[in-house]
């Protein structure tokens, strides 16, 4: 069966976009207006994860969030939030909402919170086993996690892009004794410069131009529960000696206020940019560095882990077959092979992705190399300088043979097409339209 996902939103254009990315990505759909047509469609459809604006009329996403709690407690809730009402959102997280997204949402970020939401819908998280592989680096990643989990330290978790940096600080939480708190996070790096600090720290009303209320930063917001601040290597210098105080002091001072609020936190930051080079070149503060990194968990690069891309492949395929309600598919010998000697750049996340598609495309029982992109199939080989001049330097061809051969693989789902291309739905519909290209 495919999940089912309830949203509710008053904006119709968003609600139309979401529902149809939705069920490109193989969910079954219902929306409603408001939050008590919500209600409506909850009581009698029984959704499995739900998706809900905050703000509607006459019936908003917290009175929904309320009614959720008492009747559905296993179902989890994502909040849409506009920008800037993180205050807002985190009150709802606190009562009980799975996670917040704000608008306009990211595409393949929300696919992946509602994976997410999935995965603990009806039982307690258990993240610790949601982290697959068995390799000997994963079995230390989860013994540092147990431990990191057991103290108050800060933690900062490196790796690439794609290696699970943030479903191994979901991990931490839970296994932490703040697990009951808040789970707060930001991104230093969706944030405009000029938000940042009142996002962490909070401001009272008149503090500057456009704070019309008083507001809790993050900060406040995950007392007693753990901040993550995700992408923390675009955090601007500037506001770093702000960032180190608060984390020293463990007391924070919002924007115009002039008494400092005690908070009790714990800390884990992530990024894949390397840090210590940046404090080299005086693009990070040292003694911030010194402060964040009080134990670091370094998440391998899947390369260096083969030994779990057999095992993760077969978990996604397991995991898509059963989205898109297709017997479950074996996966050829010399395929696995391939996957397990391509050096996947993008790690685990850009593996998941590569399954999704061959789930969705392969037609027959086994997964064979057909299904593989064939950035994954072919060994790169670059030509010699001197046949260069027979190649096609021409923009618009090679864009126009990129977007075909995309379309190709993805039978032209214009969403899994966009993902594929590292696109939005708008700009490919653009670049169709352009080219004139139709199927
Ligand atoms: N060990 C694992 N087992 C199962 N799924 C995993 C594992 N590690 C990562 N994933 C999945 O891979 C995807 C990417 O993971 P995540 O978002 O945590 O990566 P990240 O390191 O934060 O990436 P980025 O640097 O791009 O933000 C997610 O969908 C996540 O659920
Ligand atoms: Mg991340």
């Avoid at 606190?94 to 997204?101: M, R, V």
């Avoid at 940096?165 to 932490?176: H, L, M, N, P, T």
């Avoid at 996947?344 to 996340?349: A, C, D, E, S, V």
Wanted: hydrophobic share 40%; charged share 25%.
């Amino acid at each position: 069966m495919k999940p089912k996902i309830l949203i509710v939103e008053d904006e119709k254009r968003l609600l139309r976009i979401i529902k149809l990315v939705l069920e490109d990505n193989g969910y079954q759909v219902k929306t409603a207006e408001d939050g008590q047509q919500g209600i409506d469609v909850w009581r009698q459809w029984r959704p499995e994860v739900v998706l809900s604006d905050l703000k509607m009329k006459p019936l908003g996403g917290m009175a929904l969030l309320k009614f959720g709690r008492l009747n559905f407690p296993d179902i989890p809730l994502i909040l849409l939030t506009a920008f800037g009402s993180i205050e807002m959102a985190v009150t709802a997280m606190k009562t009980g909402a799975f996670d917040f997204l704000s608008k306009p949402v990211d595409h393949n970020l929300l696919l992946e919170t509602i994976e997410q939401a999935l995965a603990v819908n009806g039982k307690e998280p258990q993240l610790l086993d949601n982290l697959i592989g068995s390799s000997a680096k994963m079995e230390q990643v989860r013994n540092d996690i147990r431990l990191f989990a057991s103290t108050d330290s800060s933690v900062l978790i490196t790796g690439e892009s794609g290696t699970g940096k943030e479903i191994a600080a979901r991990a931490i939480f839970q296994a932490s004794n703040r697990k009951n708190g808040p789970f707060v996070k930001v991104n230093c790096a969706a944030i405009p410069r000029d938000l940042i600090e009142s996002e962490l720290f909070g401001h009272k009303k008149g503090a500057f131009t456009g704070a019309l209320q008083d507001r809790k930063g993050a900060f406040i917001q995950a007392d007693k529960g753990v901040l993550f601040l995700d992408e923390i290597g675009d955090l601007p210098i500037e506001l770093q000696p702000k960032l180190l105080h608060a984390v020293e002091e463990k007391t924070i001072t919002p924007i115009g206020e002039s008494c400092a609020v005690p908070v009790s936190i714990k800390i884990l930051s992530a990024t894949n940019l390397d840090l210590e080079t940046m404090v080299n070149n005086a693009k990070f503060r040292a003694d911030l560095f010194y402060r964040l990194n009080t134990v670091c968990l370094k998440m391998p690069a899947l390369r260096d882990k083969p030994a779990d891309i057999g095992q993760l492949a077969l978990f996604f395929v397991k995991k898509f077959c059963r989205k898109f309600d297709k017997p479950i598919l074996k996966i050829a010998d010399n395929t696995m092979e391939t996957l397990e000697t391509y050096p996947w750049p993008g790690n685990i996340r850009e593996l998941k992705n590569i399954i999704e598609r061959a789930a969705i495309t392969c037609e027959q029982e086994t997964i064979t190399r057909d299904s593989l992109p064939e950035t994954i199939t072919k060994k790169k080989s670059y030509p010699p300088l001197e046949h260069t001049q027979d190649q096609v330097f021409d923009m618009a061809v090679q864009e126009q043979n990129l977007l075909m051969s995309a379309l190709e693989q993805c039978r032209w789902n214009q969403s899994n097409t966009a993902e594929k291309l590292g696109i939005t739905r708008s700009a490919l519909r653009y670049r169709l339209k352009k080219y004139g290209i139709q199927k």
